[in-house]
């Protein structure tokens, strides 16, 4: 039934300039019984980045020839989705079949086309789960200026953020002089955690539990600076690197929680010898391998299996902090009342410590009782 959804991808024509084709990851795609499927959406809302909905196919040019051999996941490419009479035959189309995969235990990677595509990805995680943990990666939030904002690639996260199902929402690489204060003061809140570009710069480790702790993670690739990715209509001379952005999907990939992938906004009509395109190839690839590569960790594993470690304040107004720790690879959990209940979330090595010197930790004082 899924082929119904897609049109084929057999005319891309592909250079194996790295080694013969039988070392590539064209060569391992698998027509059934996969664990994650390729989609390409050939969609572009307004005029927001013209050009943006050829990326599939220049995306799948770059992605065909790097290096297969994963071990523990085996991939196919649905081709790219068929365009309905409307967007809103698309966007219901996508969250159909995305809805299809994961009910599948498939994780969708999706191949862009637009940024608001997020929101249908996040209408078809609801069929899974009903609290859902969203991270972004962009320069900027796509939030409306006003009620009156049509909905658009940069005008959507609204949607998202105040829906019931949306449990957190993180916003990686943002930058402030694209933010206006007045949406940033909108969005505070406990539900939503951002990080500016510069954080990142000075310590990317602190995204792992981050990255550890989505279900679904959006990309969009204007976060990547002009010099590492000029397909772009507006590129932006700051932001991330290339090598950044990259490590950023390697995280996402090791999480055993996350379901959904997207990569979004690479636009082939502004991309200088085709630097964007297989940029965001080593982004998918390096996702990939981070899947094939997963622990085993929690939510995968119970949580009590783990060395527990316990934080105790002297103060009778101070309640002692429970975390949990893999030694084989030095993860850490933290357990938090909430509202909703009591929540694993997890956290750095640097929270337990800031614990242990007697200190509220910050994901504690942004979790608790919230």
């Not at 994961?102 to 996040?122: A, D, K, Q, R, Y």
């Not at 391998?289 to 009590?304: C, H, M, T, V």
Request: proline share 5%; charged share 25%; with cysteine.
């Amino acid at each position: 039934m899924l082929d119904l959804y897609f049109d084929k991808c057999e005319d891309i024509l592909v250079d194996y300039i790295y080694f013969p084709r039988q070392f590539s990851m064209a060569n391992d795609l698998v027509e059934d019984n996969f664990d994650v499927a390729l989609i390409g959406v050939k969609s572009e809302m307004n005029d927001a980045n013209p050009g943006s909905a050829t990326a599939p196919d220049a995306i799948r040019r770059q992605l065909y020839p790097l290096r297969g051999g994963f071990g523990n996941i085996r991939i196919k490419d649905l081709g790219n989705l068929k365009k309905g009479k409307c967007l809103a035959d698309t966007y219901a189309a996508l969250r159909d079949v995305a809805n299809e995969l994961l009910s599948m235990n498939v994780i969708p990677v999706i191949i862009g086309g637009s940024h608001e595509l997020t929101l249908p990805l996040f209408e078809a995680m609801k069929g899974k789960l009903h609290e859902i943990r969203t991270t972004i990666v962009d320069r900027k939030m796509d939030y409306p200026f006003s009620p009156s904002d049509v909905f658009d690639a940069n005008a959507f996260i609204d949607r998202l953020m105040n829906d019931s199902c949306s449990e957190d929402f993180k916003l990686l690489a943002y930058q402030g002089y694209y933010c206006p204060k007045s949406i940033l003061n909108e969005v505070q809140g406990p539900r939503c955690q951002m990080v500016r570009v510069g954080e990142l710069f000075r310590n990317i480790a602190s995204t792992e539990p981050i990255l550890r702790d989505t279900d679904l993670l959006s990309i969009d690739m204007s976060a990547v600076r002009h010099a590492d990715s000029p397909g772009f209509a507006y590129a932006i001379p700051n932001g991330l690197t290339g090598e950044e952005i990259c490590q950023l999907a390697h995280y996402a990939g090791l999480s055993d929680r996350i379901s959904l992938f997207g990569l979004f906004e690479a636009n082939p009509a502004f991309d200088d010898s085709d630097q964007t395109a297989s940029l965001a190839a080593q982004v998918i690839w390096h996702f990939l391998e981070g899947l094939d590569n997963r622990y085993g960790d929690y939510p995968k594993r119970e949580i009590s299996s783990y060395e527990e470690r316990v934080a105790i304040f002297p103060s009778e107004n101070e309640k002692n902090i429970h975390f949990y720790h893999n030694r084989l690879n030095n993860r850490w959990w933290i357990k938090i009342p909430t509202k909703a209940g009591e929540r694993i979330y997890a956290c750095l090595p640097s929270d337990y410590q800031t614990a242990c010197d007697g200190d509220i930790p910050d994901i504690w004082m942004r979790h608790y009782m919230n």
